[in-house]
């Protein structure tokens, strides 16, 4: 069990550039989630996935951003024509089994938008 | 819409003092509740988690939550606090899908 792994751990890009996170869950881990926080607030909800089967989005999930867990693995979660107000920290977790099992979170990619 | 409020932005004690940090909830149905703490650079970790049975909830580093259906209420307590216990606390509330709706977080500091 090495964890929940997110890659880059920061990314700084420009306004108005595609950015692309990954997501490698704990490798049994059948659900794989995504949350956004920014300073002072508590992750906020994004989408998730049952295996390759994406599930939910929520409404904060504007077209720009776009997640695919391809094969049920690892997943990937794109922000096209980044705005200012995508700053944030991006986490991923992953959990096995039903909606009531603990979650198991990644240290996260901080995206800063210039 | 299920919610959760931590009315508390931040909670100060002293080490070796009893500890709360508050949490409410909001749900429609049976409630399953978490808290998960987050330390300076690392991910969210859990602590604990009511789904049914036993109000009182035992987990992680000595933590217990106490589960109070009439007043609505998830209260995480330890009955001691660490100076290491110094960290951001969210409480979450979870729907059966398993997507968590967390709270803005309560920020502890323990003194010496």
């Known amino acids: 069990d090495t964890g929940v792994s997110q890659n880059p751990r920061h990314k700084i890009t420009k306004r108005g550039q595609n950015v692309t996170f990954r997501c490698d869950p704990i490798?049994?881990?059948?659900?794989l989630y995504w949350y956004r926080q920014t300073l002072g607030q508590g992750p906020e909800f994004l989408t998730y996935?049952?295996?390759?089967?994406?599930?939910?989005k929520s409404r904060l999930l504007s077209d720009r951003f776009s997640a695919e867990r391809p094969k049920g693995s690892f997943s990937t979660l794109e922000i096209q024509r980044t705005e200012q107000g995508d700053s944030a920290m991006y986490l991923c977790a992953s959990s096995f089994g039903g909606g009531y099992e603990k979650l198991f979170f990644g240290s996260g990619t901080q995206l800063s938008v210039l | 819409a299920q919610s959760v409020a931590q009315p508390e932005d931040q909670v100060n004690v002293a080490e070796g003092n009893p500890l709360t940090v508050k949490c409410t909830y909001s749900v429609s149905g049976n409630p399953y509740l978490f808290w998960y703490v987050q330390y300076p650079n690392r991910g969210l970790q859990f602590l604990l988690k009511y789904i049914t049975g036993d109000n009182l909830v035992k987990g992680s580093y000595g933590f217990e939550a106490e589960f109070n259906k009439s007043q609505t209420s998830f209260h995480l307590k330890k009955p001691s606090a660490l100076v290491s216990d110094s960290a951001l606390y969210f409480c979450a509330v979870s729907s059966n899908t398993g997507k968590l709706i967390f709270g803005q977080g309560t920020t502890l500091q323990v003194k010496p």
């Open positions: 490798s049994e881990h059948n659900r």
């Open positions: 996935f049952q295996n390759e089967a994406q599930l939910e």
